[in-house]
């Protein structure tokens, strides 16, 4: 759960990154769903490879036109989501206009939907699994460090490539940041990653050059850098080839970039493309969430949250909370706290988080947690039931 001493390592990838792209694809169908019927169950996954792209999965909604035309409209979806991430043409990665989009849309399983939508009106769990949720005082997000930079990282060569101010940047790119820890705290980054796509005619020197300067050091002063410090940029020299022309993609691929950068563990479950009935998603979410209620509230300085599910039943069939510091019999008060005052059934978390919106598109890339750019409901904190306020949300 956390580095005493040593080095630690986490990696982003930007949202033009094959498997990003199929994320954000899955999600934009969802939002889709969502925005028409808040009601709707949506699984939907996509796979890209070079110039096809292929969007498939089990839907079920209240209005059988819904889903007629979310399928009718998934071909603009896919079109645009590929925009939206800089590409262009096939020579950059994926033509939005003449990609084949190939699309599978089936029913929801009646098997699964009994366990879901129940007779006696309760919502139960739409899958069994484990979900995690993390916190740390190491950043002003309650993130790891090292994930908070990966993303910076990335985030930053978007907003140059966006901004057009070197039009050799491309929209593929990965970053990975290693910090060094003392006593369980970070102290200086030790070295950086970053390969970006660009033209077939920029310069090496001059790509290595502008993104030194432009996108590490505007992320990783040198304030913060160890004294044996190392930065490789587009260490294999050249990145032409990128995006689904590169690489493969598919739906739920980086399940990593998405949480906590490998800090904490994970419960295996992908987060895109699914509705809030699907615990993977809505648990993991409530799990950071109770996550943040502990290291924001000072109760300890990092908490790991345990939640787990067995399809169609709404209590979860357990529930855990390691708060670092603390004894193991002030860490079971701290789950009887959170008990009374969160309902963690699946209805309950979709209502505490209000969860049945179309907010999902945005958070496919750059990670699901410590989004300092987005209002996202499992990122606020509540004050403490016993403090006789009125739990609504406030600033950490």
């Known amino acids: 759960m956390s580095v005493r001493n040593g080095l630690f390592s986490s990696e982003s990838v930007s949202e033009g990154h094959p498997d990003k792209l199929a994320d954000r694809i899955s999600d934009a169908v969802l939002d889709e769903f969502l925005g028409l019927d808040p009601g709707a169950?949506?699984?939907?996954?996509?796979?890209?490879?070079?110039?096809?792209?292929?969007?498939?999965?089990?839907?079920?909604?209240?209005?059988?036109?819904?889903?007629?035309?979310?399928?009718?409209r998934a071909v603009s979806i896919v079109a645009g989501v590929l925009r939206d991430a800089g590409y262009r043409d096939a020579a950059t990665g994926i033509d939005p206009d003449r990609c084949?989009?190939?699309?599978?849309?089936?029913?929801?399983?009646?098997?699964?939907?009994?366990?879901?939508?129940?007779?006696d009106g309760v919502i139960g769990a739409g899958d069994q699994g484990?979900?995690?949720?993390?916190?740390?005082?190491?950043?002003?997000?309650?993130?790891?460090?090292?994930?908070?930079?990966?993303h910076r990282l990335v985030r930053r060569q978007a907003e140059l490539r966006r901004?057009?101010?070197?039009?050799?940047?491309?929209?593929?790119?990965?970053?990975?940041?290693?910090?060094r820890y003392e006593d369980g705290r970070p102290v200086a980054v030790e070295a950086v990653v970053l390969s970006t796509q660009h033209a077939a005619d920029a310069d090496a020197d001059e790509v290595r050059d502008a993104v030194s300067r432009e996108i590490v050091e505007a992320v990783i002063p040198k304030s913060m850098r160890a004294p044996g410090y190392r930065e490789l940029i587009n260490p294999t020299g050249r990145f032409v080839t990128g995006g689904p022309k590169g690489d493969t993609g598919l739906t739920g691929r980086k399940i990593i970039v998405d949480t906590y950068g490998g800090a904490a563990p994970h419960g295996?479950?992908?987060?895109?493309?699914?509705?809030?009935?699907?615990?993977d998603r809505s648990a993991a979410y409530m799990a950071r969430f109770l996550a943040r209620q502990v290291v924001a509230r000072g109760w300890a300085r990092r908490a790991?949250?345990?939640?787990?599910?067995?399809?169609?039943?709404?209590?979860?069939?357990?529930?855990?909370?390691?708060?670092?510091?603390?004894?193991?019999?002030?860490?079971?008060?701290?789950?009887?706290?959170?008990?009374?005052?969160?309902?963690?059934?699946?209805?309950?978390?979709?209502?505490?988080?209000?969860?049945?919106r179309p907010i999902y598109y945005p958070t496919a890339a750059y990670g699901h947690f410590g989004r300092d750019d987005l209002d996202l409901p499992w990122e606020g904190v509540r004050r403490a039931a016993d403090d006789g306020s009125s739990g609504e949300p406030v600033d950490a």
């Open 41 to 72: 169950r949506v699984a939907c996954e996509t796979l890209l490879a070079d110039q096809c792209v292929v969007v498939a999965g089990e839907f079920k909604t209240r209005d059988l036109d819904v889903f007629r035309q979310v399928r009718k």
């Open 100 to 119: 084949e989009v190939q699309v599978r849309f089936n029913g929801q399983s009646a098997d699964i939907n009994r366990g879901v939508d129940r007779v």
């Open 130 to 150: 484990l979900m995690f949720g993390y916190a740390c005082d190491e950043t002003p997000e309650l993130m790891p460090a090292p994930i908070v930079f990966a």
């Open 163 to 179: 901004s057009g101010r070197y039009p050799w940047l491309r929209p593929d790119a990965k970053s990975q940041v290693t910090f």
């Open 268 to 279: 295996g479950g992908a987060f895109s493309g699914k509705d809030p009935s699907k615990v």
């Open 304 to 356: 790991l949250v345990q939640l787990a599910y067995a399809i169609g039943v709404a209590e979860p069939v357990s529930f855990m909370v390691e708060a670092e510091g603390v004894t193991s019999a002030r860490s079971a008060e701290i789950v009887d706290a959170l008990r009374r005052e969160f309902v963690l059934t699946p209805a309950g978390i979709i209502q505490c988080l209000d969860l049945q």
